[in-house]
T-cell receptor, first 116, second 112 residues
């Protein structure tokens, strides 16, 4: 079991450019969530995908968009990059589940995005 | 404002000592999960405790949950230098999927 895998590991982009980050969930998981973690802070929820649809969204602008594929993998796209978008982007996979149950969410190693 | 707040923000102990970290949250939850993060890398899942549970153990880890006080604690016994990391609590409120609100974390330093 490969766990949650993210690519690339590191990325440097110029302000105004666009970036795409990728995530493959843990085997058996069908839900992917994306988080942004600024230096010294806790992760902030961006959005969550299940059945190829965005199900929940945090307080992030429309420049942040995503996609989920039939094999449950997901992409995070950020347009018109700002210096403030520099952060560690984490992907978490989980099982959507049955009402009333609780399942663990597992995180990937993250993508370190630097905007210059 | 953040749902979860860890306390203390930083903790420094000697190897072999116990480390206790606390987490407070504001709204009702279905579950609470603790994670460890080494040097800005990915989060490692430590333990999940459900809202109807009061205590769980996993190896050297002990987690308690007090829903009346909206608080949880993580105890690491007989700490090791390898336990040096940031620890986060994440509260889950959804019935479907898992969408977490994280606190700022506790930075634990275990000195040899």
């Amino acid at each position: 079991d490969a766990g949650v895998t993210q690519s690339p590991t590191h990325l440097i982009k110029t302000r105004g450019q666009q970036v795409t980050l990728r995530c493959s969930p843990k085997s058996g998981h069908d839900t992917v969530s994306w988080y942004q973690q600024a230096l010294g802070q806790g992760p902030q929820f961006i959005f969550q995908y299940y059945e190829e649809e965005e199900r929940q969204r945090g307080n992030f602008p429309d420049r942040f968009s995503g996609h989920q594929f039939p094999n449950y993998s997901s992409e995070l796209n950020v347009n018109a990059l700002l210096l403030g978008d520099s952060a560690l982007y984490l992907c978490a996979s989980s099982f959507w589940g049955i009402p009333g149950t609780n399942t663990e969410a597992f995180f990937g190693q993250g993508t370190r995005l630097t905007v210059v | 404002s953040q749902q979860g707040e860890e306390d203390p923000q930083a903790l420094s102990i000697q190897e072999g000592e116990n480390a206790t970290m606390n987490c407070s949250y504001k709204t009702s939850i279905n579950n609470l999960q603790w994670y460890r993060q080494n040097s800005g890398r990915g989060l490692v899942h430590l333990i999940l405790i459900r809202s109807n549970e009061r205590e769980k153990h996993s190896g050297r880890l002990r987690v308690t949950l007090d829903t009346s006080k909206k608080s949880s604690s993580l105890l690491i016994t007989a700490s090791r230098a390898a336990d040096t990391a940031s620890y986060f609590c994440a509260t889950g409120r959804q019935h479907y999927g898992q969408n977490f609100v994280f606190g700022p974390g506790t930075r634990l330093s275990v000195l040899p």
